[in-house]
């Protein structure tokens, strides 16, 4: 791309065999039942273990790995432009360095995360609707820097400042969003998404955000971050501002329950956002590259000093707890119910309103204390000529094949594909499976 920005190494991948990450995953399968007692290994919470003591120790003394693979299968045997079967996957390797234990620096925090993704969509190719079916496609299937960052936190933790170079992870999201597959909920609310270009998951731009948490039960939170639509064709290690059109300012204010505040867990979130582009700017709002594209990174030519903004609100509240586990995507104990709402407004934005809902129910079957069952429903009204609303249903089952992997069957009801009411709806039937290394 012009710009000076680099671009991901050869074309999107359309198909095509398993590649980096299903060797890596066959790798670690192997090397990992070396020297294993069979039962041991089912049970411990990570497939290579302990590394005889070696992790225990890093992480003490101030080093964290996280090492996770992600697999989502989808095929539409009823209904989209046409039939098909996709595969999709992402490895995602997080390094967090506590910088008190590591060089005696109070309060700082240091992190890194990369990630690589293959495959092809289900929605692009195949069944032309706008919430797109596989979480983890997109917006380039390439291997990228997702993340460097300084954290600090101040007053025992009543201040914290993250800056750098980092995707909006901390906005507008929930980890409950991800026990879902499609991109409706997983990682960020759509109605959101479509309409706010801030760098999604795993893009990264220069961002920054101050928080303040007074007490256990509130929060609130400021970010700002570069809205670089070129971001998505890179692999993250040019940091350059080439490509950049405006910047994009978020709050929130939480009241949080549990987690050291009374009552069940629980996050109420209330979310405003503001959006500036620049004369010679190109958008990144849905639709403008064709049905099926990451909303957040499309373009289009805008008009001299365009604007938008919107608001939102959230919320995640357990309702029963159980009695033991912790599920897919992390969700607390019991039956829990999610949902949110949001409103946008200004020349760019894709929907005006938008909304979702939905039940997960975790550790509710004695027997399956760590299996996951969820049910949602995400909407929006789409405004671009032509177009009305689009609906998807989805139901999924995670079960805890060991406490390591997680193997998740996924329905999901399609309706009015695209808004339009020209493509049939569509049922999806998939998979997604996460192993933790």
């Not at 890194?112 to 495959?119: I, K, S």
């Not at 797109?132 to 201040?159: A, H, K």
């Not at 990264?204 to 070129?230: C, D, H, I, M, Y």
């Not at 309706?415 to 290394?437: D, E, S």
């Amino acid at each position: 791309m012009s710009g000076g920005m680099r671009q991901a190494s050869g074309p999107r991948k359309r198909g095509g065999p398993p590649s980096l990450g299903a060797a890596v995953l066959a790798f670690l399968l192997a090397t990992s039942l070396q020297g294993q007692d069979p039962q041991g290994w089912v049970d411990q919470t990570r497939l290579t273990g302990d590394w005889d003591g070696a992790r225990t120790t890093r992480e003490q003394s101030g080093f964290t790995i996280a090492f996770q693979y992600y697999t989502n299968l989808a095929g539409n045997p009823v209904g989209g432009r046409a039939q098909g079967f996709t595969y999709t996957d992402s490895l995602n390797l997080k390094l967090d360095f506590d910088m008190d234990r590591l060089v005696s620096w109070k309060g700082g925090l240091f992190h890194v995360t990369f990630t690589n993704r293959d495959g092809s969509s289900l929605t692009a190719n195949y069944i032309g609707n706008i919430f797109t079916v596989q979480q983890i496609y997109g917006p380039t299937e390439t291997y990228r820097l997702t993340e460097m960052t300084i954290e600090q936190s101040f007053d025992g933790g009543v201040w914290d400042v993250r800056a750098g170079r980092y995707p909006a992870a901390e906005f507008a999201t929930s980890s409950l969003y991800c026990v879902f597959m499609n991109n409706g909920f997983c990682g960020y609310p759509g109605g959101v998404a479509q309409n706010l270009n801030m760098p999604y998951f795993p893009v990264p731009s220069w961002a920054g955000r101050v928080r303040w948490k007074p007490r256990p039960e509130l929060l609130a939170q400021v970010g700002v971050f570069e809205v670089n639509p070129t971001l998505a064709d890179t692999h993250g290690f040019d940091w350059s501002t080439s490509g950049s059109t405006g910047t994009a300012v978020v709050g929130e204010l939480w009241y949080v329950r549990g987690d050291g505040a009374p009552g069940l867990p629980g996050h109420y979130k209330l979310g405003g956002w503001y959006q500036s582009i620049d004369s010679s700017a190109t958008d990144q709002s849905g639709f403008l590259r064709g049905i099926g594209e990451p909303a957040a990174f499309a373009r289009r030519t805008l008009a001299s000093g365009s604007e938008k903004g919107g608001v939102y609100a959230l919320v995640d509240q357990n309702l029963v707890a159980g009695e033991a586990g912790t599920g897919t995507g992390g969700a607390p104990s019991g039956l829990s119910v999610l949902g949110g709402a949001s409103w946008a407004q200004g020349p760019t934005t894709t929907n005006d309103f938008a909304a979702f809902g939905g039940l997960i129910a975790n550790g509710m079957i004695s027997c399956r204390p760590f299996d996951t069952q969820g049910f949602a429903f995400t909407w929006a009204n789409f405004t671009a000529p032509g177009q009305t609303y689009e609906l998807v249903l989805e139901w999924n089952y995670g079960i805890a094949v060991t406490r390591w992997f997680t193997f998740q069957p996924d329905f999901q009801w399609v309706i009015r594909p695209g808004a339009t009411g020209q493509i049939p709806n569509a049922l999806v039937i998939g998979a997604q499976a996460v192993l933790n290394f």
